[in-house]
């Protein structure tokens, strides 16, 4: 079974930046669509971007588009997440997980990992 394991979170200033990271174990990391999801507390867990196995396709959601960058290296079997322009309201556990394709990217089928927590606060 493939493994997740998110890192790379902390405490930020509004407008800062963070960089994420999200190493995967197994085999067929590129043949899969890869994605961030966070959940802020007392909230569900919501899409943040999704890219595709050969990079060629890229998702964001509304409030981070123009702030956030995901990007994967197929031959360290990673996926990233760059930050910038911090928010207050991007504060939540941020975790990575797969799909199939692009297509199916918002309701992903891998098992969740423990995520990483993203706390932006002056």
């Known amino acids: 079974q493939v493994q997740l394991a998110e890192s790379g979170g902390g405490l930020a200033q509004p407008g800062g930046s963070l960089r994420l990271s999200c190493a995967t174990s197994g085999r067929a990391f590129s043949s899969y669509a890869m994605g961030w999801f966070r959940q802020a507390p007392g909230k569900e867990r919501e899409f943040v971007a999704g890219?595709?196995?050969?990079?060629?396709?890229?998702l964001y959601a509304d409030p981070v588009k123009g702030r956030f960058t995901i990007s994967r290296d197929n031959a360290k079997n990673t996926l990233y997440l760059q930050m910038s322009s911090l928010k207050p309201e991007d504060t939540a556990i941020y975790y990575c997980?797969?799909?199939?394709?692009?297509?199916?990217?918002?309701?992903?089928?891998?098992?969740w990992g423990q995520g990483t927590q993203v706390t932006v606060s002056s």
């Open positions: 890219i595709s196995g050969g990079s060629f396709s890229i």
């Open positions: 997980n797969r799909a199939p394709t692009i297509g199916l990217i918002r309701t992903p089928t891998g098992s």
